[in-house]
Each structure stands twice: as C-alpha cells, then as structure tokens.
C-alpha cells in the first residue's frame, strides 16, 4: 500500500522533496490549457479581415484568461478528490482484507501486488500515447536502497494496520512528522522554529495516550482494540517511513525484490478458498494504491503547501473519525482525549511551519 498519511506538516525536508517532486522524473504536464501558438497565431492580425481581427481579440481577450483558471481549479479539485477517497478507501478495504486470517500473513505479496500496480499505471500515462509525465531513467545501485526503504514503509504499516485499529493506525502516522525533524535535526543540523517543537509535543503526547487506551483489554468483543504486535510495526513502519520520489522506478524494483523474500517469510492462504469478494477487495486495493500515488503527483505540482497540508489533515481526520465508528468505542471513551490532543498538535504545527515559511523573503 502506498503511504499516504504522512503529509500531516511542513519541514524542510518536505519542501526540498516537493521541488525535487516538481524538477524529477514524474513531473505532471502543465495544465494551464493555454496553447501558445494558438494564441500567438490570434495575435497576428496583419493578413486576417479587420472584423475578423477584431473578434478574435476579443475572444483572446475576455475568454481565454478564464478558461485556464476554471480549468486548472476543476482538475486540482478532482485529483484532491480522487487522493482523499482513494486514501480513504485503501485503508478501510485494506483493514477489511487483514481482517481474513488467511490473508494477514501474506504481506509481502500483497506489498508486491501493489507495486505491481502503481508501475503499470504510470506505465501507461508515460507512453506518447498519454504522455502525462516523461520517466527519469536510473541505474539499478541508485533505486534499490529506496526500494528497500519503501518496500519496508509499505510491508510495516500494513502490519500495524493488521494488527490494530484503524483510529492508532492513522493517529500513530503523526508521528512521522517529530521523527523526520530529529533526524534532520541531528544528520543535516536542521532546526525549526520553537513554536514548532512546542506544536510538536502535544502531538507526541496525543499518540502516546492514544496507544496506552486503544491497547487495554476490554470485555465489549464488539470493541476493535490494538494489540502489542500493532504498536511494534507501527513505530517500526514511523522510521522506515519517508518522503518517496522516483516512484516509476522504485516500484518494479520492489516488487522484484520482494519476490526472492516472499517464499521464505509469507505463508499463503489456499488460493481456491478465497472468498470472491476478497479478489475484489484485493483488486480495489491496488487500484487505490496506484491512484494515490498518481493523485499525489498532480496535487504536489498544481498546489502549494497549504493546499497540501490541509488535504493532508482532512484525510487523517477523516481516516480517524470512520475509524472511530468503526471500532464500536463510545464517545466517552478517554483515548479521544489523546486523538484530539495528538490531531490538535500536528495542525498547530503545520501553522507554525506555513507562517514561518511566508516570512522568509523570496
């Protein structure tokens, strides 16, 4: 599964791997929808009727400046829409999936499986045909230590999403902000601002409480609770976790990488007794990997950091406020103390870091 959940604040870090985003191999086409030599050819009155001339200027003059604008919102409004519902959809279809004894213990071809699938998507929008992006070749010594990375950033959180509810799932996601800033902090000498650190504590505590409630033992069997196994690879996948680019060659590598470990580590269900609405779900799974990981191209290269960060919120929110319903857990349950103290902290922090970044002169 690609790792949508950890847009949840702004670092350095984070902006020097959108600008990498823009500059790198899976640069989306402008969609400005202005065709240049069109308009030049309207600007060239010299060998037209006057009237004729003096229509078109008119049309270049009032109509086209709005089409672009109207354009450009539509498509950022649904590639925002298509990456919040995939996110959505992949998490709740992939909790359903782990949820099959059979299947919990295949995590490795299912990590394949969808690695498989974002390739063969961009695959196809590379080809001339398409040609919504022009791939950035690489050598195989460059892609693989990203692709043991990803491949640990994916296999990891599936696990803790197998192994606990979907609200610490998500909620344990925030921690990736706090974790990327002390490794930057202490391999690049990378400070942030003192509003932010401050932002950041909530943020940890929130999580901490979050883990300790989700985690007891309770009598209601209706209750979806977090085993210990679920808080491992949860903050196991937290540092395996990164900021992904050269995802159009990352991602057969890993895929092929993964298959000389999968006869030693997965144990397989019998593929003849899978029910038929789990291949579906399987399916649907991979589809909403490869399209949030397309979506997020789109999105990085047509809006600017707030745009991104407030998406970014609106999906943990919404992520935990399903799982929530889901897990049967009432409202006066004290874990919501820490969802909306950790939730309450990330955005503080993604404040922070946006007013900060606005005051630095361009």
Not at 63 to 77: C, H
Not at 110 to 118: G, K, N, P, S, V
Not at 290 to 300: E, P
């Amino acid at each position: 599964m690609a790792s949508p959940h950890s847009d949840h604040g702004i670092s350095s870090s984070a902006v020097s791997s959108r600008a990498n985003s823009r500059s790198g191999n899976e640069r989306p086409r402008s969609y400005d929808g202005i065709d240049t030599d069109r308009l030049s050819s309207h600007n060239n009155i010299d060998d037209v009727d006057p009237e004729e001339a003096l229509l078109e200027k008119a049309m270049t003059e009032h109509q086209v400046p709005e089409t672009p604008s109207r354009t450009g919102f539509a498509r950022t409004s649904f590639w925002i829409m298509v990456n919040t519902l995939a996110t959505i959809g992949i998490v709740f279809t992939n909790k359903t999936i782990f949820s099959d004894p059979s299947l919990k213990l295949a995590q490795l071809t299912f990590a394949a499986f969808h690695f498989f699938m974002t390739w063969l998507l961009l695959y196809v929008l590379s080809r001339s045909r398409f040609g919504y992006f022009v791939p950035r070749r690489t050598t195989i010594r460059e892609v693989i230590p990203l692709s043991i990375a990803m491949s640990l950033n994916v296999i990891l959180p599936n696990l803790s999403l197998a192994y606990s509810s979907i609200t610490f799932y998500q909620v344990a996601r925030i921690l990736l902000t706090p974790t990327v800033a002390t490794m930057d902090y202490f391999l690049y000498h990378t400070t942030l601002p003192r509003n932010a650190i401050v932002a950041l504590i909530p943020a940890c505590v929130g999580v901490g409480t979050v883990s300790y409630y989700d985690s007891l033992p309770t009598e209601d069997a209706n209750v979806k609770t977090t085993s210990s196994l679920g808080v491992i690879f949860a903050f196991s996948g937290i540092f395996a976790s990164s900021l992904y680019t050269l995802l159009f060659n990352q991602a057969p590598v890993s895929a092929f990488l993964l298959l000389y470990i999968i006869p030693f580590v997965d144990t397989f269900p019998t593929w003849s007794q899978v029910p038929t609405n789990r291949w579906l779900m399987i399916i649907m799974s991979g589809m909403f990997a490869a399209l949030i990981n397309l979506s997020q191209f789109f999105i990085i290269g047509q809006t600017g950091p707030v745009s991104s960060t407030v998406v970014g919120h609106l999906k943990t929110c919404l992520i935990v406020a399903l799982g929530w319903v889901a897990s049967g857990r009432s409202v006066g349950d004290r874990s919501i103390i820490g969802v909306f103290v950790a939730v309450g902290g990330i955005i503080s922090y993604s404040v922070v870091m946006l007013r900060s970044a606005a005051r630095v002169p361009k």
